[in-house]
């Protein structure tokens, strides 16, 4: 498995399929893709220019995602958000960053050129860096709400991180249980190991 691999169509079929198969909540969400003009006016109070493999994600769809148990959920840890839902935890994470260094004095931590992508429970939230709107691999960051950021050095695309997913799914290491709306994990299920960090897969 290639940790480089860009998201494409391919993959992004590939995952669908999978959520589909498993019969998962956020099938039943999923709404159509935005534009790049629907993407940038979502994303213009951030002041953040989504790199083009960020872009693919909500291209792709924009989920309407609703108040039921275990809707949202794409992973035992993970739980998708919408681009508006993104943009809204974005600021959220500013102002509590603006807060806590300014209570303690610290160091900031959070990157303005940060946008939210899918959020930990309340742990944490996984992040596209957008420092870089040039280049097309949009690097994954894990920013957890205690201790910062603990991923380092980050994933280095959107594509690593779906690609460890599928095979993640494929191998029982998530199983979606719809009596109980929740995934069981299996983490000794991974053999070989996935190249892509288990916190994100």
């Known amino acids: 498995m290639s940790s480089h691999a860009l998201l494409d169509a391919g993959l992004l079929d590939q995952l669908e399929q999978r959520w589909r198969r498993f019969e998962m909540p ?102 596209f860096d957008c420092s870089d709107p040039g280049h097309d691999a949009t690097p994954v960051r894990y920013f957890d709400y205690v201790e910062g950021e603990t991923l380092d050095p980050p994933l280095p695309s959107v594509g690593s991180v779906v690609r460890g997913w599928l095979a993640a799914y494929d191998a029982g290491v998530y199983n979606w249980n719809n009596r109980t709306r929740k995934f069981s994990y299996h983490p000794e299920r991974v053999d070989p190991p996935s190249d892509v960090h288990l916190d994100l897969v």
């Open 26 to 127: 956020i099938t039943d969400r999923l709404g159509r893709g935005l534009s790049d003009a629907e993407i940038d006016s979502a994303t213009e109070e951030l002041g953040v220019r989504l790199p083009e493999e960020a872009r693919r994600w909500w291209r792709w769809r924009d989920a309407h995602l609703g108040p039921d148990s275990g809707a949202h959920w794409v992973t035992s840890s993970f739980f998708h958000l919408s681009l508006a839902q993104a943009v809204d935890e974005t600021l959220k994470m500013r102002q509590l960053e603006r807060d806590v260094v300014q209570e303690h004095r610290l160091e900031a931590q959070w990157h303005d050129g940060w946008i939210a992508w899918i959020v930990d429970g309340g742990a944490g939230v996984v992040v």
